[in-house]
């Protein structure tokens, strides 16, 4: 595995996937996830959890990470998705990418270099990319200044102190599929407060793994902003994601 993913660094054969985020206030596509993908000539299609806890391993995540960005800075350049009603695209950062310090200056450096307003990029950290709170705040608010917004993912799995995320520079928490599902089987009750919650701290709120039409109804009603999942659309590659923002208009 290790040797495959260091193979498909070299041959830049990392793939990426678009998954749509709709907006339920303008019932509409607005956004989407960039999700890496490894096919392996041997060991075929390899999950991006696989890989990516082997990439954080050996170090190789550091690659990843900036090919992703390129690969999506490229598809920004050359298709303009912000014409048919995409306005942004989330990358997401992993725990090892976010404890370096020259995290801003290199993502910068590949923005500029394909002429990308960072207004159309969000980046995605988790809990756990927290480790030291300083150092990634201050690499948010140098990204944050030049435009780009940030997402809280997986919210509803760690275990961190609620007024120290806060004091982070983010537009967005996404609800973690785990989570949402736990309400819908009656084990998450508090779902609504936290909503409420977040509402008046106003971070806007993604809800993930929405697979059907009476998940969104309810997510909606609810007050959550976004909706990403299956119910809308699995991720697609690429090639095929602009025909899909076509679909948008
Ligand atoms: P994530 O960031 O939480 O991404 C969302 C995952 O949920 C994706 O899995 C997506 O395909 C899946 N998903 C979306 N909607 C639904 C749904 O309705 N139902 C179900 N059952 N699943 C849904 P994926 O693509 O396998 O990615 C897994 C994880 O790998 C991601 O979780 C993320 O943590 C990591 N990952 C993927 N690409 C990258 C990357 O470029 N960089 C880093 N650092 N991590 C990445
Ligand atoms: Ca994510
Ligand atoms: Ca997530």
């Not at 998705?81 to 306005?87: D, M, R, S, W, Y």
């Not at 976010?98 to 290199?106: G, R």
């Not at 084990?187 to 793994?209: C, H, S, W, Y």
Request: proline residues 4%.
């Amino acid at each position: 595995m290790e040797s495959a993913l260091s193979r498909a660094l070299q041959e830049q054969r990392i793939e990426v996937y678009f998954q749509p985020i709709y907006s339920v206030r303008e019932g509409r596509i607005i956004a989407a996830e960039a999700l890496a993908r490894l096919n392996d000539p041997q060991l075929g299609f390899v999950p991006p959890d696989e890989f990516i806890r082997v990439a954080e391993r050996t170090g190789d995540i550091m690659e990843v990470g900036r090919q992703v960005v390129s690969q999506v800075c490229a598809f920004i350049a050359k298709e303009h998705p912000e014409q048919k009603g995409v306005h942004r695209i989330s990358i997401n950062l992993s725990p090892m990418q976010c404890m370096n310090d020259q995290l801003a200056a290199e993502l910068s450096d590949i923005i500029d270099r394909y002429g990308v307003p960072f207004e159309r990029i969000n980046f995605e950290i988790t809990e756990s990319s927290i480790e030291d709170h300083y150092l990634i705040r201050k690499q948010m608010l140098t990204l944050k200044e030049r435009g780009a917004d940030f997402s809280l993912d997986d919210f509803g799995t760690g275990t961190s102190n609620l007024v120290r995320l806060l004091d982070l520079p983010i537009g967005f928490v996404k609800f973690d599929r785990n989570l949402v599902n736990s309400y819908f089987k009656g084990d998450a009750n508090f779902l609504p407060d936290l909503v409420r919650m977040f509402q008046k701290a106003r971070v806007l709120i993604v809800t993930e793994g929405v697979e059907t039409a009476k998940m969104l109804g309810n997510l909606a009603a609810m007050g959550c902003d976004y909706i990403q999942g299956y119910y809308f659309s699995k991720p697609v590659p690429i090639s095929r994601s602009e025909e899909r923002f076509s679909r948008n208009a």
